[in-house]
């Protein structure tokens, strides 16, 4: 079974750094991409940007990029998303998905990181 | 950048209706658009990809059709568990970009 299993909420001040993960399991974790979408309170989704584990090719929408950082670690099935320094507005929930075809779909979902960030 | 427009932003329907919800591409996305379900407090699940397949354990009553720019997701007799938001997103080209959500509610 296909599983994408996210770290927990996170509550940070504005400034602060943070990393969240996603975990992949039940398929090689190097064949198909991870891509972030986020989902503001009450709002749509935003595709964020995607990593390709096999070869760490990894894009971004132009919305976020220089923003956030997506990395991954294939021996440990598990990607990321980074931010350096929060902002208020970074306060949301955002998904891990996993990519199928190359622009991808995505077929499958983790459960969701809410962050908040506040003063 | 390839804009989804979505239309309506609201459905209101009865159990037993059916639904057509529309998809439209800035630009040609070919046969490349997908569309996902989320329910109040739930993950997207994905309903359908490349315009038409559906995904594996999405019943029949759900169809998609279109290709280029004007796509349509079709739910032929709504069940009381499809009231949800419903977005498209294509994958036609970078970046990836979703439409801005359907939300069909019960009349």
């Known amino acids: 079974e296909v599983q994408l299993v996210q770290s927990g909420a996170e509550v940070k001040k504005p400034g602060e750094s943070l990393k969240i993960s996603c975990k992949g399991s039940?398929?090689?974790?190097?064949?198909?991409?991870i891509g972030w979408v986020r989902q503001m309170s009450g709002k749509g989704l935003e595709w964020m940007g995607i990593?390709?584990?096999?070869?760490?090719?990894?894009k971004y929408s132009p919305s976020f990029q220089g923003q956030v950082t997506i990395s991954a670690d294939k021996s440990i099935s598990t990607a990321y998303l980074q931010w350096s320094s929060l902002k208020a507005s970074d306060t949301a929930m955002y998904y891990c998905?996993?990519?199928?075809?190359?622009?991808?779909?995505?077929?499958?979902w983790g459960q969701g990181t809410l962050v908040t960030v506040s003063s | 950048e390839i804009v989804l427009t979505q239309s309506p932003a609201t459905l209101s329907l009865s159990p037993g209706e059916r639904a057509t919800l529309s998809c439209r591409a800035s630009?040609?996305?070919?046969?490349?658009l997908a569309w996902y379900q989320q329910k109040p407090g739930q993950t997207p699940r994905l309903l359908i990809s490349?315009?038409?397949n559906r995904a594996t354990g999405i019943p029949a009553r759900f169809s998609g059709s279109g290709s280029g720019t004007d796509f349509t997701l079709t739910i032929s007799s709504l069940e009381p568990e499809d009231f949800a938001v419903y977005y498209c997103?294509?994958?036609?080209?970078?970046?990836?970009?979703f439409g801005g959500g359907t939300k069909v509610e019960i009349k």
């Open positions: 998905a996993r990519g199928t075809g190359r622009p991808p779909y995505f077929d499958y």
């Open positions: 039940g398929y090689s974790f190097t064949s198909n991409w």
């Open positions: 990593i390709n584990p096999g070869d760490s090719d990894t």
């Open positions: 630009q040609s996305v070919s046969s490349y």
């Open positions: 490349d315009a038409s």
């Open positions: 997103q294509q994958r036609s080209n970078w970046p990836l970009t």
